[in-house]
Structure formats: structure tokens, C-alpha cells
T-cell receptor, first 112, second 114 residues
Framework: DAGITQSPRHKVTETGTPVTLRCHQT?????MYWYRQDPGHGLRLIHY???????DKGEVSDGYSVSRSKTEDFLLTLESATSSQTSVYFC???????????FGQGTRLTVV | GDSVTQMEGPVTLSEEAFLTINCTYT??????LFWYVQYPGEGLQLLLK???ADDKGSNKGFEATYRKETTSFHLEKGSVQVSDSAVYFC?????WGGGNKLTFGTGTQLKVEL
């Protein structure tokens, strides 16, 4: 299995509070991704990174920011959490942009 | 934009039955196609892939053929087992910004009963 660790695995937070999710990889893959999974929508891309300090928006990026200061870590921040951001968040990595992605175990976030 | 459509679930089958999960796509160019599987409480795992027209991906008894003329990538297995119970996602790799991203279907839940 690819070495991908997401933390925390579960979190409950209040509306309006900041939340940071962490993705850590030990595979030295260049590309890292954050997806959210919601019923009826499959997985949707939030942000991705193609190198240290190189990030770009995905299709559902509003309300989220990311940072990648090291190859192995990709952080997803909700500046002010809303109930619509209640979801399961998956980190993924890939060696290059056209190969299959390997996924972490997911983080279940509940905003109350 | 690019999109993936897969059949609604849940699909319930008896053990040893034949499985088909339909997947069609809309994309510009020639995307790579994938099937991912998600077991309860886990992340997605790559099941199989195909990178060009007429390629057949296969793994663990599952197969899917990249059909450009019908823009389809249907998943099949000749004899399912209870352990195949999971959610299956069809996906394509498409251009996005400086790289590629995976576009997923909504997933099809498979339940296999004894």
C-alpha cells in the first residue's frame, strides 16, 4: 500500500471555526490532491499540488485553501467552516499527472 | 466539461452471479479510464485501468474494455463473491490546469449475498 496518512481521521467542529487537515506521504510522489466525497456526487477535486509551493484550484475550491511547504505534506484548511463542508475528505498522490492516484483512508469532518 | 455517468445502485446479486456495472463518459481528447473500489471505511483502491481505445484492463477477475466508439468502460466479472461487496467508481483522467485530475462517477454500491 502507498504510504499515505491523513490526520485527523475524524473531527467534529463548530461553524465558523478554522480547521486544518493534514496529508502526509512517504512515497516522494510529486502530485498530491484533496478530494471531497459526498453522496450523489462521487469525489470532487478541491485543490491539487504539482510540487512544493505549487498548487492550483480544483472544481470545488471555494472556502478552502492549501499549502505544501514540503514534498511529503499537503495541508487543507477551511478558514471558517460551514455546514456545507461536512463531508469525507480524501487525500491522493500520484507519481505524475497521468498515472493512477493512490488514496488515503479519509477524514470524516462534521461541521455543527 | 468532462463527465462520467455510471449506473445507479445498489446492485444486489447472489454469489457466483455475473456482474456488469455500466459506465459511459464524455471527454475531449483521449483520456485514460479507471475503475476504483471502495470497501467500507476505507479509501479508494485502483481496481483496473485502460489508457487507450480497445485496451482491456483486468484484475482479480474483473475486466473492462475501453470502447471509444460507444464512449464506455463497463465493468464485468463472471462470478462475484461476497467479498466483492463494495462501492465501485468509474473515473477518467482529464486535463486540468497544469496537470491532470480524476473525474469520478457517483459510484455504484454492490451487495453480494450468499
Amino acid at each position: 500500500d502507498a504510504g499515505i496518512t491523513q490526520s485527523p481521521r475524524h473531527k467534529v467542529t463548530e461553524t465558523g471555526t478554522p480547521v486544518t487537515l493534514r496529508c502526509h506521504q512517504t512515497e516522494n510522489h510529486r502530485y498530491m490532491y484533496w478530494y471531497r466525497q459526498d453522496p450523489g456526487h462521487g469525489l470532487r477535486l478541491i485543490h491539487y499540488s504539482y510540487g512544493v509551493k505549487d498548487t492550483d484550484k480544483g472544481e470545488v475550491s471555494d472556502g478552502y485553501s492549501v499549502s505544501r511547504s514540503k514534498t511529503e505534506d499537503f495541508l487543507l484548511t477551511l478558514e471558517s467552516a460551514t455546514s456545507s463542508q461536512t463531508s469525507v475528505y480524501f487525500c491522493a498522490i500520484s507519481w505524475d499527472s497521468n498515472t493512477e492516484a493512490f488514496f488515503g483512508q479519509g477524514t470524516r469532518l462534521t461541521v455543527v | 466539461g468532462d463527465s462520467v455517468t455510471q449506473m445507479e445502485g445498489p446492485v444486489t446479486l447472489s454469489e457466483e452471479a455475473f456482474l456488469t456495472i455500466n459506465c459511459t463518459y464524455t471527454a475531449t481528447g483521449y483520456p485514460s479510464l479507471f475503475w476504483y473500489v471502495q470497501y467500507p471505511g476505507e479509501g479508494l483502491q485502483l481496481l483496473l485501468k485502460a489508457t487507450k481505445a480497445d485496451d482491456k484492463g483486468s484484475n482479480k477477475g474483473f475486466e473492462a474494455t475501453y470502447r471509444k466508439e460507444t464512449t464506455s468502460f463497463h465493468l464485468e466479472k463472471g462470478s462475484v463473491q461476497v467479498s466483492d461487496s463494495a462501492v465501485y467508481f468509474c473515473a477518467l483522467s482529464s486535463l486540468w490546469g497544469g496537470g491532470n485530475k480524476l473525474t469520478f462517477g457517483t459510484g455504484t454500491q454492490l451487495k453480494v449475498e450468499l
